[in-house]
T-cell receptor, first 109, second 112 residues
Framework: EDKVVQSPLSLVVHEGDTVTLNCSYE??????LLWYKQEKKAPTFLFML??SGIEKKSGRLSSILDKKELFSILNITATQTGDSAVYLC?????????WGAGTKLIIKP | DVKVTQSSRYLVKRTGEKVFLECVQD?????MFWYRQDPGLGLRLIYF???????EKGDIPEGYSVSREKKERFSLILESASTNQTSMYLC???????????FGPGTRLLVL
């Protein structure tokens, strides 16, 4: 059975800290891994990763995929209160996405 | 910008009622999806559709049906609402073979 596991389930840090969120997966027919950010509404797309070892970066957020060890990490540096959200990881299998349960990140001022 | 809209943000229904949730996307996407999201369980796929009048069951289709009569519109129907269908319902769409899905704002449904 296809499975995506995120850790930790929740995380509380102080503004300015750096955080690393983890996503591991066991799926057949892997196509890509996607990260989304969800505040109190719809998930919004952050990154899509298809190749191992190539970092994707957007401002203070970055992500990398390891297809040999079957995981990805999402890093957020110099966190701000606006980074507080649920971060979702999903793996594309054919045309569907298999979702992890999410990591709830709380940034304290 | 891709825009996916859902007919209601909040909905309160009684057990046994028939419930319609509607989703509309304006980007000519072929693929549309309905998920429900519950705390600790992530997003679970209810139904999806690759084309007009086509539908496929997802992981948890029981108690739900869908309709896609037009490309831009995908409806989720709860034939007889039950309290265990209280949840956040999210609609998404994607283009062709692309993996990236774009989401609507969600409908928070409470069944009493």
């Amino acid at each position: 059975e296809d499975k995506v596991v995120q850790s930790p389930l929740s995380l509380v840090v102080h503004e300015g800290d750096t955080v690393t969120l983890n996503c591991s997966y066991e799926v057949t027919n892997f196509r890509s891994l996607l990260w989304y950010k969800q505040e109190k509404k719809a998930p919004t797309f952050l990154f899509m990763l298809t190749s191992s070892g190539i970092e994707k970066k957007s401002g203070r957020l970055s992500s990398i995929l390891d297809k040999k060890e079957l995981f990805s990490i999402l890093n957020i540096t110099a966190t701000q209160t606006g980074d507080s959200a649920v971060y979702l990881c999903a793996v594309s299998v054919r045309y569907q996405l298999i979702w992890g349960a999410g990591t709830k990140l709380i940034i304290k001022p | 910008d891709v825009k996916v809209t859902q007919s209601s943000r909040y909905l309160v229904k009684r057990t046994g009622e028939k419930v319609f949730l509607e989703c509309v996307q304006d980007m000519d996407h072929e693929n549309m999806f309905w998920y429900r999201q519950d705390p600790g369980l992530g997003l679970r796929l209810i139904y999806f559709s690759y084309d007009v009048k086509m539908k496929e069951k997802g992981d948890i289709p029981e108690g739900y049906s869908v309709s896609r009569e037009k490309k831009e519109r995908f409806s989720l129907i709860l034939e007889s609402a039950s309290t265990n269908q209280t949840s956040m319902y999210l609609c998404a769409s994607s283009f062709g073979h692309q993996e990236t899905q774009y989401f609507g704002p969600g409908t928070r449904l409470l069944v009493l």
